[in-house]
């Protein structure tokens, strides 16, 4: 007897069905795999700052430039004969080789927040509803993905006394479907100038100056459900009374990013952009002189 031959091989019909249904379960098993937003390839939201990559109101079409216009897309919204400022007022734009995404609506309470989705560079695109606007708007959004499948989208409502609620929505099918995950609105509720995720856990919003003197950044790990503020520096030769800081939106490719600054100068009026960089998933942020 061969003791390493302890399975009997499948006869007949049943044996035939037998191996059906390992593949079927195998199948699955792959299929789940691929959809799972842990295993999606990470898109490098940094080089994109170089891509080329822009959006424009041209012959009557919202067009999406790839790589300095090497590969044009039509976004299935017609401009009309707005001017280009106005028509993209509402609008938040994220494009990629992977998936590009506008969102636009929710000017007003009955106006709804709706997102069209590509993965093929313009050719076809996907229309999602996000939520109603509701009473506090929508007209301000950022929007983005970390994956090819997973993403996110900040709406802001109206200022009112240098105060502005937050919302923040998920997706992990590639903008089918959105979730409402969290905000700041019980800690700091104020203007928003920027946002962005490292991953569909770790996300950061950034707001205007008020009264601290290093640009002000909150953290989530946990999708928006808590926050923390990050410590992030100005420079001694950097720090004077005629200047503020306000951070704008981190980019990130897996635990590095990078946080824009632009410091005003009241007296001037003359705006200079600094930036810090992050290795630690946004834990810790270091100027960069360079």
């Given amino acids: 007897m061969n003791n390493f031959n ?46 080329g990559n822009s959006y424009a109101v041209e012959d009557g079409k919202f067009i999406i430039k790839y790589g300095k216009g090497k590969s044009l897309g039509v976004v299935p919204l017609d401009p009309g004969a707005s001017d280009p400022t106005s028509f993209f007022t509402d609008k938040a734009v994220y494009i990629s080789d992977e998936v590009t995404t506008v969102a636009y609506g929710g000017i007003d309470a009955e106006n709804a927040v709706k997102v069209l989705t590509s993965g093929d560079k313009g050719k076809t695109w996907n229309s999602s509803w996000v939520a109603d606007a509701g009473t506090d708007h929508a007209e301000t959004k950022f929007i983005g993905f970390t994956s ?11 200022v009112a006394s240098g105060h502005q609620k937050n919302r923040i929505f998920q997706t992990s099918d590639g903008g089918n479907t959105w979730s409402e995950v969290g905000n700041t609105n019980e800690i700091y509720a104020h203007v928003v100038t920027g946002a962005g995720f490292a991953d569909q856990n770790i996300g950061f919003l950034s707001f205007r100056y008020d009264s601290d003197t290093n640009p002000v950044v909150y953290r989530t790990q946990d999708k928006g459900k808590t926050w923390v503020k990050c410590s992030v520096e100005l420079p001694e030769k950097l720090k004077t009374s005629a200047a503020y800081p306000t951070a704008m939106s981190p980019v990130f490719n897996g635990a590095n990013g990078i946080l824009p600054v632009t410091l005003t100068n009241n007296n001037t009026g003359i705006d200079t952009q600094i930036q810090y960089a992050t290795a630690d998933y946004g834990k810790s942020w270091m100027y960069d002189n360079q």
């Avoid at 019909?13 to 191996?19: D, N, T």
């Avoid at 090819?148 to 109206?158: E, F, I, Y």
């Fill in 148 to 158: 090819k499948n997973d993403g996110w989208l900040v709406t802001l409502s109206d």
């Fill in 6 to 51: 302890m399975v009997k091989k499948p006869r007949g019909l049943g044996g035939v069905i037998a191996v059906f249904i390992v593949i079927g379960i195998i199948g699955v098993f792959v299929e789940a795999k691929a959809n799972n937003p842990s295993t999606q390839k990470t898109i490098d939201n940094i080089a994109l700052l170089q891509a």
